[in-house]
């Protein structure tokens, strides 16, 4: 395999993809590669209890340093050179906060309301398939975690805990982010057992046309891995639905892919008619695409590239947020994720229209780093952040957070 030049690693070349590898992985051959001891013990960072942590990104190299370079390069990975990764959060950059001086903020609130229900940040914890491979205690830590404060939960097809378990430990209902798979009578049954187990909203992921992904800093980081698989991927097998428990019991000999070739707007219409609750999709990054979606039946959507996961656009979500919310015209809210590591960033998103923000990788880092107490760090470091930028700016609650506390930076 031919030698990748090495990147530098800064703290904030971050976010996943090759850039978080430390350049022994980048550079790795399959005859060169460093153990996974020798990697486990690599720049040990100092920090060792999840209080410590000052921000979100303390979190990355504790989870690369308490993980097997398979289940980080999982975790980390892009595709191609891993752009798009990294320009969800670099996009920020492209708007500056107006910060207003005289308000009141006697009744400060971060709290909004999200289809009826309080939310005490307008954030929430997206799909992160299987959490297994970042803690032994997985999605039960993360679903506490969010209980303890108080967040939505989307649970993904892929979790690797009974989705009843997870809703019992979260202690109120989900989101039950969707792969219908290539078979109907799956779909089906995924929505009937998700709807059983209360979760108010199925969320369709519209953005893995291309399957199987090729990612391959994730290919580089299992040749880093000297592990045998089999120790706990039975038989060797990924395949999601073979191993997920959201899926035990089905039927799913004819199942081939995650979602059926072609995510057209009958297939919207058809699972429209079968979900009972609300139907976020989730993926979007086109205000045509919106328009589309909304007409066949979205109560929500998600605007999202799956966190550079399946894509190489170069285009982040939040450059996309404001064509998305132009088109919804506000008819339904928009949620965003991607590349959200600051309260800033979310402060950002909430100004250009966004209804809440999801979160992916930070809450992976702080699983892996230290379970639920590393969760529930992330979430409270976000929320302490995004205070200080509310009051800052002058907008003591999340309504007052509008257009006109942002601008296009020049240049
Ligand atoms: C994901 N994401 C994801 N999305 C989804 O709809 N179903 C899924 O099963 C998964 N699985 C998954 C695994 C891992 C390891 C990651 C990092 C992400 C995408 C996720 O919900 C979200 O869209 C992005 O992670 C948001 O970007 P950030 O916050 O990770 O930058």
């Not at 390069?73 to 990764?85: C, F, S």
């Not at 999605?139 to 939505?152: I, N, P």
């Amino acid at each position: 395999m031919r030698a990748r030049q090495p990147r530098p690693l800064t703290r904030r070349a971050f976010c996943g993809g090759l850039a978080a590898l430390p350049a022994a992985w980048a550079e790795a051959t399959a005859d060169d590669a460093p153990s996974p001891a020798q990697l486990f013990h690599r720049d040990p960072p100092p920090i060792t209890s999840a209080a410590q942590a000052l921000d979100v990104m303390d979190f990355e190299p504790l989870a690369r340093a308490a993980l097997p370079p398979a289940h980080f390069g999982y975790l980390a990975t892009g595709v191609d050179d891993d752009r798009t990764v990294a320009r969800n959060h670099e996009a920020f950059s492209h708007y500056e906060i107006r910060a207003h001086r005289f308000a009141d903020l006697s009744r400060f609130d971060t709290s909004c309301v999200v289809f009826g229900t309080r939310w005490p940040l307008p954030l929430y914890l997206s799909a992160v398939s299987g959490m297994r491979a970042f803690h032994p205690e997985a999605e039960l830590a993360v679903a506490r975690a969010a209980r303890t404060r108080s967040l939505q939960l989307m649970l993904s097809t892929g979790a690797s805990t009974a989705p009843e378990q997870v809703a019992e430990a979260r202690g109120a209902p989900l989101w039950q982010q969707l792969y219908p798979t290539d078979d109907w009578q799956v779909t089906e049954a995924i929505v009937r057992r998700a709807e059983t187990m209360g979760s108010t909203a199925i969320a369709l992921t519209v953005d893995g046309a291309a399957e199987p992904r090729v990612n391959e800093t994730l290919k580089r980081a299992m040749l880093a891995d000297s592990r045998e698989c089999t120790a706990c991927h039975v038989n060797n097998r990924h395949d999601m639905w073979l191993k997920a428990p959201l899926l035990a019991g089905l039927d799913v000999s004819r199942v081939t892919r995650l979602r059926p070739p072609s995510v057209t707007p009958e297939f919207l219409d058809r699972l429209r008619k079968l979900v009972r609750g609300r139907l976020l999709i989730k993926g979007i990054v086109t205000g045509e695409d919106a328009a589309t979606a909304l007409e066949h039946g979205a109560d929500a959507l998600v605007v999202s590239n799956h966190g550079g996961r399946n894509e190489e656009t170069l285009r982040a979500t939040i450059d996309s947020l404001p064509e998305v919310v132009a088109a919804v015209r506000g008819r339904a809210p928009v949620f965003i994720d991607g590349g959200f590591r600051r309260g800033t960033d979310i402060f950002k998103a909430l100004a250009l229209g966004a209804a809440g923000v999801g979160i992916g990788r930070p809450q992976a880092w702080g699983l892996a780093a230290f379970g639920q107490p590393g969760v529930e760090a992330v979430i409270d470091i976000y929320a302490r952040e995004l205070g200080v930028i509310m009051r800052q700016a002058g907008t003591p609650t999340v309504a007052s957070i509008t257009a006109a506390q942002v601008v296009r930076a020049a240049g």
